[in-house]
């Protein structure tokens, strides 16, 4: 596969001609049940609050293709916050249950707090709570944490790849100290969290000698570790399937280390495979978006900063529900029934594809104008 790097704002140019979702034809209203065209429900929504980040993680957004002068999208070009949760009631009328926000760096949009109030106000046709959640690179957590739980959030992902002080100030590339994101997770548990994550993504030759000290760390913490793949998720990083260690490696490292025994899935869709330590201090997990793809279950859709849905992590189109939303007088049945054409149509399995290898042609093709992650979150 491709290790070609090339500038964003060619593959924003790319994405520029993004369709806005036909409303033609019989309103669909919602029912709280919506399947795509492989009987997946839709259930989780990722929404990505800004595109901008103050790491320069060189699998995600390396320093040389958002340098100093990138283009970040302008202010007024992002979904309000009046606008996210209008949107987000939506997709729950139509069955979402899990909501996570996400970036670039979303503790870098001013005021978070008065969304996750929007948003931890809202309910299930049955009267339930969402399960709402934030992932962060945690360099702000330690003085936002008290703020975040108060506003009423209730799990936090914590991206974390290495322990070494030297080696994670070379990962993230803004000289951040490793200190500063492990005093987040602790102001966090001081908070009242009550789901902490860490998620480590594991490149061949630069982290993965970590793994073991990154396990023995957070064991017995109630910080639940997971490691990723490295992944191929758009194309400014140069990923090459030689970087990949695979999850089946990982858990033989901590095998070595402490005894294990596998842990069954919370709920069907769940991405990490989960394990727990024997003698009862913990579990981590392991996400396999590589080398075990788990398109079949995928119940994730993916909201932009500025307002596009994309069905896929690994996406090469996505569809305008900015355009609609501020068009005057369309209505909330209207975005209904745009959200549930686009999901009934909804065929992605990349990652399938890519397994199989059974046609390299069309993923050569999708790979040149995959969406960065930095752009809908991971």
């Given at each position: 596969?491709?290790?070609?790097?090339?500038?964003?704002?060619?593959w924003?140019?790319?994405?520029?001609?993004?369709?806005?979702?036909?409303?033609?034809?019989?309103?669909?209203?919602?029912?709280?049940?919506?399947?795509?065209?492989?009987?997946?429900?839709?259930?989780?929504?990722?929404?990505?609050?800004?595109?901008?980040?103050?790491?320069?993680?060189?699998?995600?957004?390396?320093?040389?293709?958002?340098?100093?002068?990138?283009?970040?999208?302008?202010?007024?070009?992002?979904?309000?916050?009046?606008?996210?949760?209008?949107?987000?009631?939506?997709?729950?009328?139509?069955?979402?249950?899990?909501?996570?926000?996400?970036?670039?760096e979303?503790?870098?949009?001013?005021?978070?707090?008065?969304?996750?109030?929007?948003?931890?106000?809202?309910?299930?046709?049955?009267?339930?709570?969402?399960?709402?959640?934030?992932?962060?690179?945690?360099?702000?957590?330690?003085?936002?944490?008290?703020?975040?739980?108060?506003?009423?959030?209730?799990?936090?992902?914590?991206?974390?790849?290495?322990?070494?002080?030297?080696?994670f100030?070379?990962?993230?590339?803004?000289?951040?100290?490793?200190?500063?994101?492990?005093?987040?997770?602790d102001?966090?548990?001081?908070?009242?969290?009550?789901?902490?994550?860490?998620?480590?993504?594991?490149?061949?030759?630069?982290?993965?000698?970590?793994?073991?000290?990154?396990?023995?760390?957070?064991?017995?913490?109630?910080?639940?570790?997971?490691?990723?793949?490295?992944?191929?998720?758009?194309?400014?990083?140069g990923?090459?399937?030689?970087?990949?260690?695979?999850?089946?490696?990982?858990?033989?490292?901590?095998?070595?280390?402490?005894?294990?025994?596998?842990?069954?899935?919370?709920?069907?869709?769940?991405?990490?495979?989960?394990?727990?330590?024997s003698?009862?201090?913990?579990?981590?997990?392991?996400?396999?978006?590589?080398?075990?793809?788990?398109?079949?279950?995928c119940?994730?859709?993916?909201?932009?900063?500025?307002?596009?849905?994309?069905?896929?992590?690994?996406?090469?189109?996505?569809?305008?529900?900015?355009?609609?939303?501020?068009?005057?007088?369309?209505?909330?049945?209207?975005?209904?029934?745009?959200?549930?054409?686009?999901?009934?149509?909804?065929?992605?399995?990349?990652?399938?594809?890519?397994?199989?290898?059974?046609?390299?042609?069309?993923?050569?093709?999708?790979?040149?104008?995959?969406?960065?992650?930095?752009?809908?979150?991971?």
């Amino acid at each position: 596969m491709s290790s070609k790097i090339i500038p964003v704002t060619d593959w924003r140019s790319m994405l520029r001609d993004r369709p806005t979702p036909d409303l033609s034809g019989s309103p669909v209203p919602p029912n709280g049940v919506l399947t795509d065209t492989r009987g997946r429900a839709l259930r989780d929504l990722r929404i990505s609050i800004t595109d901008r980040c103050n790491f320069r993680c060189v699998y995600c957004m390396p320093k040389e293709i958002f340098g100093n002068d990138h283009p970040f999208l302008p202010h007024a070009e992002l979904l309000t916050f009046e606008e996210i949760e209008r949107l987000a009631t939506v997709f729950v009328a139509h069955g979402v249950r899990k909501i996570r926000l996400t970036g670039g760096e979303p503790l870098l949009r001013r005021n978070i707090e008065h969304l996750i109030e929007r948003l931890a106000s809202l309910r299930t046709p049955e009267g339930d709570p969402l399960d709402l959640s934030l992932t962060t690179n945690g360099s702000l957590l330690a003085r936002k944490a008290h703020a975040l739980r108060a506003a009423g959030l209730r799990r936090l992902t914590v991206s974390l790849d290495a322990l070494d002080d030297s080696l994670f100030r070379q990962i993230n590339d803004a000289d951040f100290p490793v200190a500063e994101v492990l005093d987040g997770i602790d102001a966090a548990r001081e908070a009242g969290f009550g789901s902490i994550k860490v998620n480590m993504v594991v490149k061949r030759g630069t982290n993965d000698h970590e793994i073991v000290p990154m396990a023995r760390h957070f064991r017995g913490t109630g910080v639940v570790l997971r490691f990723i793949e490295y992944m191929d998720v758009g194309t400014s990083n140069g990923w090459r399937m030689d970087d990949v260690v695979a999850s089946a490696d990982v858990i033989a490292q901590i095998a070595q280390y402490a005894r294990i025994e596998p842990v069954a899935p919370g709920y069907r869709g769940e991405t990490a495979e989960r394990w727990r330590y024997s003698d009862g201090s913990g579990e981590f997990g392991t996400i396999s978006s590589v080398t075990r793809a788990f398109c079949g279950d995928c119940t994730r859709v993916r909201l932009s900063t500025e307002g596009k849905i994309y069905l896929c992590l690994f996406a090469s189109q996505g569809y305008d529900l900015r355009a609609l939303l501020r068009a005057p007088g369309l209505d909330d049945a209207a975005l209904a029934t745009a959200i549930a054409r686009i999901w009934h149509g909804r065929g992605d399995h990349y990652s399938e594809i890519r397994a199989s290898n059974s046609a390299p042609r069309d993923v050569a093709a999708h790979d040149a104008r995959r969406v960065e992650m930095s752009y809908i979150g991971g």
